[in-house]
């Protein structure tokens, strides 16, 4: 599994890959984790605003931090 954080390395965004990273962790998931910080990354997706989650290059959600629970929820879907 690919786990995308996009964003420009702000407060929200390293928030939201140490939840994803916890969350895989705790369901021992096998992800990589990539980071976009580049603008023409991050704009190659369908997002309002950062931060973005984004797995197996499907959006998850942009512009707030979801919950872990829904965290838990898309990665536990895209298992399969």
């Known amino acids: 599994m690919e786990i995308k954080i996009l964003g ?7 928030r939201l890959e140490r939840l994803a990273r916890e969350v895989a962790n705790e369901l021992g998931v096998a ?19 950062t931060p973005a989650l984004v797995i197996d290059e499907e959006v998850k959600s ?13 990665v536990t879907g895209a298992q399969g």
């Open 8 to 14: 420009g390395g702000c407060a929200k965004c390293d």
């Open 31 to 49: 992800a990589t984790f990539t980071k976009a910080k580049d603008l023409d990354a991050i704009m190659a997706y369908d997002i309002v605003s």
């Open 62 to 74: 942009s512009a707030h931090l979801p919950r872990r629970e829904e965290i838990a929820e898309w």
